[in-house]
């Protein structure tokens, strides 16, 4: 009987010891890691910074993008390739959050996902020189995973009003 007690306060030590030994994840330091992630990128937009934009993506990375009724994957490449376009043709004249962004840690940090909505103007040149304005309204979501002790974009998805 005793050996079966003592059995049992070992099993509860280990158990307890191991709980202990359990990385508490800081939810606001990983909040803001993934915050300036999004601050980098919208600084990257109105620069006009093909380069900041792709120093978020690991190389060999393929994330998801789901919007305008298409699933498609992303990959550095074909993300340099969107932006170059983008950046070619006219630039980002303004971003705005409208509600900032929610961002919402996993239990044991190793997922996240982050929502918000913004508007935006974008100033491009027509073929006669001409300037012309285009503004949006966009929502996203975004679904982090902790790579390598970095938050990396797994998943994204946008919807614009119309």
Request: aromatic share 10%; with cysteine.
């Amino acid at each position: 009987m005793m050996k079966k007690m003592l059995e049992y306060v070992a099993v509860a030590v280990i158990l307890l010891g191991l709980m202990a030994c359990r990385q508490q994840v800081d939810g606001e330091k990983e909040r803001a890691e993934i915050l300036k992630l999004y601050e980098l990128q919208t600084q990257a937009l109105l620069q006009g910074d093909v380069e900041a934009i792709l120093a978020q993506i690991p190389e060999g990375h393929e994330s998801l993008s789901v919007g305008r009724g298409t699933i498609s994957t992303r990959t550095k490449a074909s993300t340099k390739q969107v932006f170059e376009q983008q950046f070619q043709h006219g630039r980002y004249a303004e971003t705005r959050n409208l509600v900032p962004p929610t961002i919402k840690i996993s239990a044991d940090g190793t997922m996240a996902w982050a929502v918000g909505q913004f508007s935006y103007i974008y100033a491009f040149k027509d073929s006669t020189g001409t300037e012309h304005t285009f503004s949006a309204v966009n929502a996203w979501l975004s679904v982090f995973e902790k790579q390598n002790e970095r938050w990396v974009a797994v998943a994204e998805a946008e919807t614009f009003e119309k």
